[in-house]
């Protein structure tokens, strides 16, 4: 991990690599699930240890909230409920639930009352409880407070 952090690979692409110390298996097989569970934990911390405040790509140094991020999306770049429907739905399509419940997340200030974008949410929701529900406990719960 510290050699991808050298690199200026991003904290995502950490998380995604799906990183195991080198003969963990081997030699340590009763800690395989509890390392696993803790996995994710583990490598944000590594990850803010290592490279402080202030990621290599420059977050950190900005705070843009969610109504700013909502602004971007739908005052300045013009998007409509509908191709935030359509996005969100090629993204779970895509298996990627959480972009999906993000991109609502951001648009849904500006669309309160779509149903539409209700049930896409809770969609993304349920699939990140199933993705999550047998490797980690935290997620899970945070997902299920979601819908």
């Known amino acids: ?73 739908v005052n300045y770049l013009g998007v409509s409920e509908a191709q935030v429907l359509k996005a969100a739905d090629q993204l779970a399509a895509d298996g990627k639930y959480a972009m999906a419940a993000e991109l609502i997340a951001t648009a849904e200030p500006k669309f309160p009352n779509s149903e539409a974008l209700k049930r896409t949410k809770r969609f993304a929701y349920l699939k990140l409880m199933e993705k999550n529900q047998n490797t980690d406990p935290f997620k899970f719960i945070i997902y299920s407070k979601g819908r």
Do not use: C, K
């Not at 569970?37 to 490279?51: H, S, T």
């Open 1 to 73: 991990m510290l050699t991808a952090i050298r690199r200026g690979d991003d904290q995502a692409a950490n998380h995604q690599a799906n990183l195991i110390p080198p003969d963990f298996l081997a030699t340590q097989p009763d800690a395989y699930e509890p390392y696993y569970i803790l996995r994710e934990r583990v490598i944000d911390r590594v990850y803010d240890q290592n490279v402080g405040y202030w990621e290599p790509s420059l977050e950190g140094l900005a705070h843009p909230s969610r109504t700013d991020r909502t602004e971007l999306l």
